[in-house]
C-alpha cells in the first residue's frame, strides 16, 4: 500500500473519530437534558398566565409564551423527555421484534418462514405513515397508541434484515461445525448468531431513530399522538398551529426543537454506519 494511500486512511479514520466523538457528545448531552428536563426549566412549564399570552421572545421568555401565557423554553425542555424517550421505546420495540422474528425464520425457515415473510411483505406494501395512521385511527390515538401503530409497521425491515444475516450465518463451514459439536439451538443462537448480525441492525436502528421521532411527531400533529396539555413537540405544534401568522414562534420553537433532535441523531448514525464500514475505515 503507498504512503499516499496510508494518510488517506489515517485521516479518514481520524475525522470518522471526530465525527463519532462530537455527535455522540451532542447525542448524548439531549439523552442528559430530557433525562433532567424537570430540573432545567426557568417556569413550570404547565403554569398558565393569561395576563402574558403570545408574548413574543424576550430575556424572560427566550422563546416567548403561547396562548395560555406558559413558557414555550420550558414546555419545549419537558417536551424532550416525552418525544425522545418515546422514540428510543419505539424504535428498541421494533428493533428486537423484527430481530426476534427474522432469527427464528431464518434459523428454522420452512412454513413458518414463508408465513411470516408475507406478512412481512403485506406491511412492507402500504405506505408506511399511512398505515400507521390507520392503525393509530382504529386504535383511538394516543402517544402508546401512536408508539404501537409505528410498531406494528416498521418491524418487517429488521426481520428482513436478521433472516438475511442468519440464512448467511447457518451456511458457514464453522456453523456446522458448532452444530456438529452438540450446542442446542438456544446456545447456538444467543452465542454465535446473534454476536455476528447485530452491526448491521444496530446500524439500522442508529439510523431509524430520526425518521421515527419525525413520524412520532406527525401522529402527534395529526391529533393521533400525545393529547394536550401534555409537553410533546408534535402535540405543540399541532396545538398552535393557527398561531403561525400571529404567533409564529409558539409554533416554531418545538419545530426547532425537532428539527436539532432528528438532525443531531441522524449525523449520529451517519457516523456510526460509516464506522462500522472497514471499507470507510481502510481496514
Known amino acids: 500500500m503507498s504512503e499516499p494511500t496510508v494518510r488517506i486512511q489515517k485521516v479518514r479514520r481520524d475525522t ?13 448531552l439531549l439523552l442528559i437534558g430530557s433525562i433532567f428536563s424537570e430540573h432545567l426549566t426557568p417556569y413550570d412549564p404547565y403554569l398558565q ?32 423527555r416525552t418525544s425522545i424517550f418515546s422514540t428510543l421505546l419505539l424504535v428498541t420495540i421494533i428493533t428486537v421484534t423484527g430481530t426476534v422474528v427474522g432469527v427464528f ?5 420452512k412454513w413458518t418462514d414463508t408465513l411470516l415473510m408475507r406478512i412481512s411483505d403485506m406491511f412492507l406494501a402500504f ?17 402508546h397508541n401512536a408508539i404501537i401503530a409505528l ?3 416498521s418491524w418487517p425491515k429488521y426481520a428482513r434484515i436478521a433472516r438475511s444475516q442468519t440464512l448467511a450465518q447457518k451456511e458457514t463451514a464453522w456453523m456446522k461445525a458448532v452444530k456438529l459439536s452438540g450446542s442446542g439451538t ?7 448468531i ?10 439500522t436502528s442508529m439510523l431509524d431513530i430520526g425518521t421515527m421521532m419525525m413520524e412520532l411527531a406527525g401522529l402527534s400533529f395529526l391529533g393521533l399522538g400525545a393529547k394536550p396539555p401534555t409537553a410533546e413537540w408534535g402535540s ?32 449520529l448514525g451517519d457516523t456510526v454506519r460509516d464506522w462500522a464500514d472497514p471499507k470507510m475505515r481502510g481496514r
Open 105 to 109: 425464520c431464518g434459523w428454522h425457515g
Open 16 to 28: 470518522l473519530k471526530i465525527r463519532l466523538i462530537v455527535f455522540g457528545t451532542l447525542a448524548a
Open 127 to 143: 405506505p408506511g405513515l399511512v398505515f400507521a395512521l390507520a392503525v393509530a385511527g382504529v386504535l383511538g390515538g394516543g402517544l
Open 151 to 153: 410498531a406494528a409497521i
Open 236 to 267: 405543540m405544534m399541532s396545538d398552535t398551529r393557527s398561531l403561525l401568522a400571529t404567533a409564529p414562534w409558539v409554533t416554531l420553537a418545538p419545530g426547532v426543537a425537532i428539527f436539532v433532535s432528528v438532525m443531531i441523531f441522524n449525523l
Open 194 to 203: 446473534l454476536p455476528n448480525i447485530i452491526g448491521p441492525i444496530l446500524v
Open 186 to 192: 438456544g446456545k447456538i443462537i444467543l452465542k454465535h
Open 49 to 80: 398566565d393569561l395576563m402574558n399570552t403570545k408574548a413574543p421572545p424576550s430575556a424572560e421568555h427566550p422563546f416567548g409564551t403561547d396562548r395560555y401565557g406558559r413558557d414555550m423554553l420550558s414546555r419545549v425542555i419537558v417536551g424532550s
